[in-house]
């Protein structure tokens, strides 16, 4: 009888090998975009490495936690988790630190980060506690309400990037467990008022949108970033300029080390290293993708597919902004831009992710899918309506 070698022990090694390759590309990055910056402003060429390394260890700290922590107890102290975030985000509207006009910043990150994961937790309560009684999916649930304070209070900051993450990953998750097709156009409808009233409330965004047809019309104001960003890829050819070399972090490129680290990541490393991200964010989809249709019950399903679009998700729209199709939204990609919150909050959901990996692995057998519904539009996920390892529900 042969036997095959499985590549991988478990269907978490993958992940974490991905989240690694990834942090190790973002660190080099974050002070080969930083130290001119860092030298000029503060006489310490290894400033933002310095943060950028602290966070890292807090970060890893919180993903051995969170992949410790089995992912059903999030449920449990979600209503503490809740309240928390929710009062952080209030406070920062009063006393937090102002930066280019926005208040984001509390002594312990910004609150907005942890909103992310906490809007994921509800919403994938939420959908498990309907998968368990076979009924329907719907928007109008008190789940949802919070997400949209959490969401609304983030814009208030004004952070519409970061509001549009925290509602639309659970709109797509909602999307995914089967919603109703009447709610489905409804929220379509009213996701284009209201961005459409998010965009007339800051007429900065309508010029954003305006410029991405044609950058080089104001490529002294409003199209400058954009420019900049679309000038220091082009400039690394397909092999780069080099580590260390690209020019545009000599104060032509602004936020060369958060929102537009990409950029000069493919300055100095040219198109195949860039190449190689993109698979990396690739394979990624595909492992969480399997990750969830092992996981044991419907919230491991759920909450699997919206940290894969809460990753993932963010990627992309990076990507497209740094290549000139997005409006800038100061969304980071994960693992590569600096940002300490941000990080922290992105490997604690890979902590949360490798531990739902590591109890699927037990019904990959053992356990069947349940059948699709009857009902047109739900489920797409085929969800596992098996009894919840904890009784509670939010």
């Given at each position: 009888m042969r ?5 991988w022990n478990n269907?978490?090694?993958p992940v974490i ?7 190790v ?5 974050v002070?080969?975009?930083s ?8 006489d310490?060429p ?5 943060k ?5 260890v807090i970060g890893t700290?919180?993903?051995?936690a969170?992949r410790?922590i089995?992912y059903?107890?999030?449920?449990t ?7 928390g975030?929710l009062l952080c ?8 630190t102002?930066?280019?006009g926005a208040?984001?910043w509390?002594?312990i ?10 809007a994921?937790?509800l ?5 498990d506690?309907?998968a368990?009684?076979?009924q329907?999916?719907?928007?109008l649930n ?17 952070d519409?990037g970061t509001?549009c993450i925290i509602?639309?990953v ?6 995914v467990?089967g919603v109703?097709?009447?709610?489905r156009?409804?929220?379509?409808v009213?996701?284009?008022?209201l961005?459409?009233a998010m965009?007339?409330w800051?007429?900065?965004r ?6 991405l047809?044609d950058p080089?019309a104001?490529?002294q104001?409003?199209?400058?970033q954009v420019?900049?960003s679309?000038?220091?890829?082009g ?5 780069g300029?080099?580590?260390?070399a690209g020019?545009?972090k000599y104060d ?5 080390h958060t929102d537009?680290?990409f950029?000069i ?5 040219g ?18 993708a399997?990750i969830a249709n ?7 399903q759920?909450?699997?597919v919206g940290i ?7 990627a992309i729209v990076?990507l497209?902004m740094?290549?000139g199709?997005?409006p800038v939204?100061?969304?980071?990609l ?10 922290v909050v ?5 902590g949360?992710l490798a531990?739902i990996a ?7 057998r053992d356990i069947p899918?349940a ?14 309506k098996g ?5 509670h529900?939010?």
């Amino acid at each position: 009888m042969r036997i095959r070698k499985a590549l991988w022990n478990n269907d978490a090694e993958p992940v974490i090998v991905i989240m690694v390759i990834l942090l190790v590309l973002g660190t080099i990055n974050v002070f080969s975009s930083s130290f001119v910056m860092a030298a000029t402003e503060n006489d310490n060429p290894y400033l933002f490495l310095q943060k950028h390394l602290v966070m890292l260890v807090i970060g890893t700290a919180a993903f051995i936690a969170c992949r410790k922590i089995h992912y059903t107890r999030w449920r449990t102290l979600m209503p503490w988790l809740l309240f928390g975030t929710l009062l952080c985000l209030v406070l920062v509207l009063f006393i937090g630190t102002s930066v280019n006009g926005a208040k984001r910043w509390l002594f312990i990150g910004q609150p907005a980060e942890l909103a992310k994961l906490m809007a994921l937790i509800l919403t994938a309560a939420y959908i498990d506690s309907r998968a368990r009684r076979n009924q329907p999916v719907s928007f109008l649930n008190r789940q949802f309400l919070f997400v949209a304070a959490m969401a609304g209070l983030t814009e208030v900051e004004p952070d519409m990037g970061t509001a549009c993450i925290i509602a639309g990953v659970p709109v797509l998750m909602y999307f995914v467990a089967g919603v109703k097709k009447g709610e489905r156009r409804f929220l379509g409808v009213a996701a284009v008022v209201l961005a459409t009233a998010m965009v007339i409330w800051q007429p900065y965004r309508l010029d954003r949108i305006k410029i991405l047809f044609d950058p080089w019309a104001d490529a002294q104001g409003v199209g400058y970033q954009v420019v900049q960003s679309l000038s220091t890829i082009g400039s690394g050819g397909l092999w780069g300029m080099g580590l260390g070399a690209g020019v545009s972090k000599y104060d032509y490129l602004p936020e060369a080390h958060t929102d537009f680290a990409f950029a000069i990541f493919c300055q100095e490393h040219g198109y195949i290293l860039a190449l190689m991200v993109f698979l990396l964010y690739a394979f990624l989809t595909l492992f969480c993708a399997r990750i969830a249709n092992i996981a044991r019950d419907a919230f491991g399903q759920v909450l699997a597919v919206g940290i894969m679009i809460l990753i993932v998700g963010q990627a992309i729209v990076n990507l497209m902004m740094v290549g000139g199709i997005f409006p800038v939204v100061g969304v980071p990609l994960p693992f590569i831009s600096y940002g300490g919150s941000s990080l922290v909050v992105s490997m604690a959901a890979m902590g949360m992710l490798a531990n739902i990996a590591d109890h699927g692995e037990h019904r990959k057998r053992d356990i069947p899918q349940a059948p699709e519904s009857e009902e047109s539009g739900r489920p797409k996920l085929r969800l596992v309506k098996g009894q919840s390892e904890s009784p509670h529900e939010i």
